[in-house]
C-alpha cells in the first residue's frame, strides 16, 4: 500500500487500521513502511481517509510480492486456488469431498494471526523438518505446495524468502499411524519459529460421532491441548463405504 504525499492531509486515521504496524508520519504526513506492509489492504478497504490519499503500488500484482496480498487480503482471489484464503476449502467440506478417508487424518499448521504476521522462511523451518523425517507430501492443492523448490529438502524458491503475509496454512493429509511422528516433528520445530501457529488435525467420526481411539492420545502425548471444532455440512452428505 501506497500514501500518496501530495494528497495526504496527515490526519492519521489511516495508521489504526494498519495490522501490521507499518503506517507511520514523516514530514507531518503519513507513510507506508513496503518492507512491514503485508499488502492486506484493511486501511483502504476502511475508507477512513478523507481525502483519498491511499493506494494500491503499482508492484501489488507482481512476483514475488503478489503472495502478500494472496495471502493476506481476505477479498483477493489467489492466483494458484482459485479461491479466496490461503488453504483449500476442501477442509471445510470434508463430509462432502471426502478427501480424508477413512483411516486417514488431514493436518493443517496455520501460521501467523494478524498484527503479527510471519515471514515465509519460518515456512521453510517447517517444510524442512517434515522433509527431513520423510514426509515430503504437501497438499497439492494447497498454494505453499507451488511455493516449494525441492519437495525432498523441503526448500522454499529462494526469492520468496523475504516476504512476509498475515499468515498461511501448511495441509497435508496422511494415514493415522503417522499422526504421532508428524506431531513429533511440529513439536520439534516451534523454538525455530518467529510466530504463533495453530495446528490442526482433521479427522472423520466413527459411529456414534466418536473420535477414532488413538487420535486424542497422540495429541496429548506431545503436549499439545485440544479443542472440538466440527464442520458438518447438514444434507449435503453422502454415503461411504
Same mark, same amino acid.
Given at each position: 500500500?501506497?500514501?500518496?504525499?501530495?494528497?495526504?492531509?496527515?490526519?492519521?486515521?489511516c495508521q489504526p487500521y494498519?495490522? #501490521?504496524?507499518?503506517? =507511520? /508520519?514523516? *514530514?507531518?504526513? +503519513?507513510?507506508?513502511?513496503?518492507?512491514?506492509?503485508?499488502?492486506? !489492504? &484493511?486501511?483502504?478497504?476502511?475508507?477512513?481517509?478523507?481525502?483519498?490519499?491511499?493506494?494500491?503500488?503499482?508492484?501489488?500484482?507482481?512476483?514475488?510480492? #503478489?503472495?502478500?496480498? =494472496? /495471502?493476506? *487480503?481476505?477479498? +483477493?482471489?489467489?492466483?494458484?486456488?482459485?479461491?479466496?484464503?490461503? !488453504? &483449500?476449502?476442501?477442509?471445510?467440506?470434508?463430509?462432502?469431498?471426502?478427501?480424508?478417508?477413512?483411516?486417514?487424518?488431514?493436518?493443517?499448521?496455520?501460521?501467523?494471526?494478524?498484527?503479527?504476521?510471519?515471514?515465509?522462511?519460518?515456512?521453510?523451518?517447517?517444510?524442512?523438518?517434515?522433509?527431513?523425517?520423510?514426509?515430503?507430501?504437501?497438499?497439492?492443492?494447497?498454494?505453499?505446495n507451488s511455493m516449494i523448490?525441492?519437495?525432498?529438502?523441503?526448500?522454499?524458491?529462494?526469492?520468496?524468502?523475504?516476504?512476509?503475509?498475515?499468515?498461511?496454512?501448511?495441509?497435508?493429509?496422511?494415514?493415522?499411524?503417522?499422526?504421532?511422528?508428524?506431531?513429533?516433528?511440529?513439536?520439534?520445530?516451534?523454538?525455530?519459529?518467529?510466530?504463533?501457529?495453530?495446528?490442526?488435525?482433521?479427522?472423520?467420526?466413527?459411529?456414534?460421532?466418536?473420535?477414532?481411539?488413538?487420535?486424542?492420545?497422540?495429541?496429548?502425548?506431545?503436549?499439545?491441548?485440544?479443542?472440538?471444532?466440527?464442520?458438518?455440512?447438514?444434507?449435503?452428505?453422502?454415503?461411504?463405504?
Open positions: 500500500m501506497i500514501v500518496f504525499k501530495e494528497t495526504c492531509v496527515g490526519c492519521g486515521r494498519c495490522p #501490521a504496524g507499518a503506517i =507511520y /508520519f514523516e *514530514d507531518c504526513r +503519513s507513510v507506508v513502511d513496503q518492507d512491514r506492509c503485508y499488502e492486506c !489492504g &484493511t486501511c483502504l478497504r476502511s475508507g477512513v481517509c478523507p481525502v483519498d490519499a491511499l493506494r494500491e503500488p503499482p508492484n501489488v500484482y507482481e512476483y514475488p510480492r #503478489a503472495l502478500r496480498k =494472496y /495471502f493476506s *487480503d481476505p477479498t +483477493s482471489t489467489h492466483a494458484v486456488t482459485g479461491i479466496q484464503g490461503r !488453504g &483449500t476449502e476442501e477442509s471445510k467440506t470434508n463430509d462432502v469431498t471426502l478427501r480424508i478417508g477413512p483411516g486417514e487424518v488431514g493436518i493443517a499448521i496455520e501460521i501467523g494471526r494478524p498484527t503479527l504476521g510471519m515471514g515465509l522462511r519460518d515456512i521453510q523451518k517447517i517444510t524442512r523438518a517434515l522433509a527431513r523425517n520423510g514426509i515430503n507430501d504437501i497438499e497439492p492443492n494447497n498454494p505453499i523448490l525441492d519437495p525432498l529438502t523441503g526448500d522454499l524458491k529462494p526469492e520468496l524468502l523475504d516476504e512476509r503475509v498475515l499468515s498461511a496454512i501448511i495441509e497435508m493429509q496422511v494415514r493415522r499411524e503417522r499422526l504421532p511422528e508428524i506431531l513429533q516433528t511440529i513439536r520439534q520445530v516451534i523454538p525455530e519459529l518467529d510466530s504463533v501457529f495453530t495446528l490442526d488435525v482433521a479427522t472423520l467420526l466413527e459411529p456414534g460421532l466418536t473420535i477414532p481411539a488413538g487420535i486424542l492420545a497422540a495429541i496429548e502425548d506431545q503436549g499439545f491441548s485440544w479443542r472440538p471444532n466440527a464442520k458438518i455440512n447438514m444434507g449435503f452428505g453422502r454415503v461411504s463405504e
